[in-house]
T-cell receptor, first 111, second 116 residues
């Protein structure tokens, strides 16, 4: 079946550092890919998405590009802030099926 | 901004009690879900529904039950709570879009349940 793998956390960075959270997937065909973020005490929020190969999703300074050839969807941000501290989930979905979520990566940004 | 609500946000209850976790959405979404999130963060799908009168079991076996009598409402019930049910429960909803369109899932704030 489909699966999503993320880099293990926790990831700890200083403010203004560059962020990369790796995400790779195993799936047949062309799923849609997502990044969700979960702040402490809250539910998940959609951060960005991409629906086809080479699409780039972006939001709030975060970016991820759908790479079919490497089955990856790595999340990047050029300069992180303390307020970016959260858990980040990579996910995929095929039409008509349920979402498949990765295990989550906890990010801590220190001032 | 997604309009999906869960009550209560926090619940502490004794073993053997019956509880119902409420979930409502005002977006008119057909598909709704319940996830259990363990302390290690991983999400486990326990129930979902395609619409009114539709309920399906998810990937993780659960002693809870759900109902879908109205489109906007998807409550989860535990007939007899046990300490092993202690967890965070997240409700979500999404549109059933046409083929070729990306379904997006919207989450509620969660209910944190502690069974003593």
């Amino acid at each position: 079946g489909d699966s999503v793998t993320q880099m293990e956390g926790p990831v700890t960075l200083s403010e203004e550092a560059f962020l990369t959270i790796n995400c790779t997937y195993t799936a047949t065909g062309y799923p849609s890919l997502f990044w969700y973020v979960q702040y402490p005490g809250e539910g998940l929020q959609l951060l960005l998405k991409a629906t086809k190969a080479d699409d780039k999703g972006s939001n709030k300074g975060f970016e991820a590009t759908y790479r079919k050839e490497t089955t990856s969807f790595h999340l990047e941000k050029g300069s992180v802030q303390v307020s970016d501290s959260a858990v980040y989930f990579c996910a995929l979905i095929h039409y008509g099926q349920n979402f498949v979520f990765g295990p989550g990566t906890r990010l801590s940004v220190l001032p | 901004e997604a309009d999906i609500y869960q009550t209560p946000r926090y619940l502490v209850i004794g073993t053997g009690k019956k509880i119902t976790l409420e979930c409502s959405q005002t977006m008119g979404h057909d598909k709704m879900y319940w996830y259990q999130q363990d302390p290690g963060m991983e999400l486990h799908l326990i129930h979902y529904s395609y619409g009114v009168n539709s309920t399906e079991k998810g990937d993780l076996s659960s002693e809870s039950t759900v109902s879908r009598i109205r489109t906007e409402h998807f409550p989860l019930t535990l007939e007899s709570a046990r300490p092993s049910h202690t967890s965070q429960y997240l409700c979500a909803s999404s549109d059933l879009l046409g083929q070729g369109r990306a379904e997006t899932q919207y989450f509620g704030p969660g209910t944190r349940l502690l069974v003593l």
